[in-house]
Nanobody, 121 residues
Framework: QVQLVESGGGLVQAGGSLRLSCAAS????????MGWFRQAPGKEREFVAG?????YYADSVKGRFTISRDNAKNTVYLQMNSLKPEDTAVYYC?????????????????WGQGTQVTVSS
């Protein structure tokens, strides 16, 4: 069982920055594929960024968001710069404990509770 706890969400003006953190339990964190997803009201949950041996991003955030991880602290981060109102959503971290990297939410095994990010115009 893997538990994930996100933090760092909040309200920010357009053009601003936020850093999300996700602390994970588990003794093999370094082997997990970690992903960030987001869900806006009335929309499906969508992939934002992923990390294991390398990082990969949704086109909508490439160049603005950076995923990183500290395996010694069992923590994954999402640095979000140049935020836009359309980035407003609940952000979730997720862990995929086996297999290949994926952008599909259904392939992730464990989820955090989510943290709200609101970007005002």
């Amino acid at each position: 069982q893997v538990q994930l706890v996100e933090s760092g969400g909040g309200l920010v003006q357009a053009g601003g920055s936020l850093r999300l953190s996700c602390a994970a339990s588990g003794r093999t964190f370094s082997s997990y594929i970690m992903g960030w997803f987001r869900q806006a009201p009335g929309k499906e949950r969508e992939f934002v960024a992923g990390s294991r041996a390398w990082t990969y991003y949704a086109d909508s955030v490439k160049g603005r968001f950076t995923i990183s991880r500290d395996n010694a602290k069992n923590t994954v981060y999402l640095q979000m710069n140049s935020l836009k109102p359309e980035d407003t959503a609940v952000y979730y971290c997720a862990a995929k404990t086996y297999g290949l990297e994926s952008r599909r939410p259904a392939e992730y095994d464990y989820w955090g509770q989510g943290t709200q990010v609101t970007v005002s115009s």
